[in-house]
């Protein structure tokens, strides 16, 4: 029952034509409804009168009814709300647009998160380049420290050399 509502939301004019239908219905009842007073408690149907005062009173009801709706221009203000509810059934994103600060602050707040992220990477970034400048910096002196150990091992064999050379030589000379 749900879906022909539905699909009689779609079908253009279709507001008005259930306003209308609704109304007659409406209307049909209640005035089917009052002759039961007017019967006599013997007769099954009412008088020819009562009848004819019925088709009338409901034929000036209709009218009025619909007089009514143009004076207040029913009809097209039915019309705009179907284009309302279609525009905003093909739209998905309208729910969305309606509620704009909401979405501005949440897209305010994860870019301002993300920042804060690349801040905290960029900073760590900066520490890791100054460890790898201060090791660097240690290696460097160490191996100038290795160099001079270099110069310094090769001064002693040469003193060595020196040495066994010149207590060899006085071996060999006493």
């Known amino acids: 029952m749900q879906k022909g509502s ?28 009052c002759p039961k007073e007017f019967y006599c408690s013997r007769a099954r149907t009412p008088p020819p009168a009562v009848h004819q005062v ?25 019309d705009s709300v179907e284009e309302l509810v279609e525009e905003h059934s093909l739209d ?3 729910s969305e647009k309606s509620n704009v600060g909401a979405t501005a602050q949440n897209l305010s707040e994860a870019k301002k998160n993300e920042l804060h992220y690349l801040m905290g990477m960029l900073q760590k970034a900066e520490e ?7 090791r660097l910096e240690l290696l460097k002196r160490e191996k100038h420290d290795f160099s001079s150990a270099e110069n310094l091992l090769a001064e002693l064999r040469t003193g060595i050399l020196n040495y066994e050379n010149g207590h060899s030589t006085r071996i060999t000379n006493t």
């Open 92 to 94: 998905p994103l309208l």
């Open 6 to 33: 539905e699909m009689n939301a779609l079908i253009p004019g279709s507001r008005q034509l259930n306003l209308k239908k609704s109304f007659k219905r409406a209307l049909h009842s209640l005035l089917t409804a």
């Open 128 to 134: 890791h380049k100054r460890d790898i400048g201060a």
């Open 54 to 78: 019925i088709n009338s009173l409901h034929e000036d009801i209709e009218e009025e009814f619909e007089s009514i709706c143009l004076e207040t221009q029913a009809g097209t203000v039915l």
